[in-house]
C-alpha cells in the first residue's frame, strides 16, 4: 500500500506541533512530571494554536484535518 505525502498545510501544522512542544513544553517537562498538577497553560497553548480543532469537521468548527494529521499531532516530539 503506497502512502500519500503529507500536504503543505499538514506538514505546516506538524511543524507547529513540533515547535511548541520543543519550546514550550519539553523545558518544563520535568517540572510538569514532579508537580502531579495538570498544566492548563498547555491546554491553553493548544487552544490558541487551535491544535484541539485537528479531531473536529469544519461544520462543527474545526479545522477539518482527519485522523491522520490528528495522529501525527499527538505523536510529533521535539527533534533531538
Given at each position: 500500500?503506497?502512502?500519500?505525502p503529507?500536504?503543505?498545510?499538514?506538514?505546516?501544522?506538524?511543524?507547529?506541533v513540533?515547535?511548541?512542544?520543543?519550546?514550550?513544553?519539553?523545558?518544563?517537562?520535568a517540572?510538569?512530571?514532579e508537580?502531579?498538577?495538570?498544566p492548563?497553560?498547555?491546554v491553553?497553548?493548544?487552544r490558541?494554536?487551535?491544535?484541539f480543532?485537528?479531531?473536529?469537521?469544519e461544520?462543527?468548527?474545526?479545522?477539518?484535518?482527519?485522523?491522520?494529521?490528528s495522529?501525527?499531532a499527538?505523536?510529533?516530539?521535539?527533534?533531538?
Open positions: 500500500m503506497q502512502y500519500e503529507l500536504t503543505e498545510e499538514q506538514r505546516e501544522i506538524r511543524d507547529l513540533r515547535q511548541l512542544a520543543r519550546e514550550r513544553i519539553a523545558p518544563r517537562a517540572e510538569i512530571d508537580s502531579h498538577e495538570f492548563w497553560d498547555v491553553e497553548l493548544f490558541e494554536n487551535d491544535l480543532g485537528l479531531f473536529f469537521d461544520e462543527l468548527g474545526g479545522l477539518g484535518t482527519g485522523t491522520l494529521l495522529l501525527v499527538i505523536e510529533e516530539r521535539p527533534a533531538g
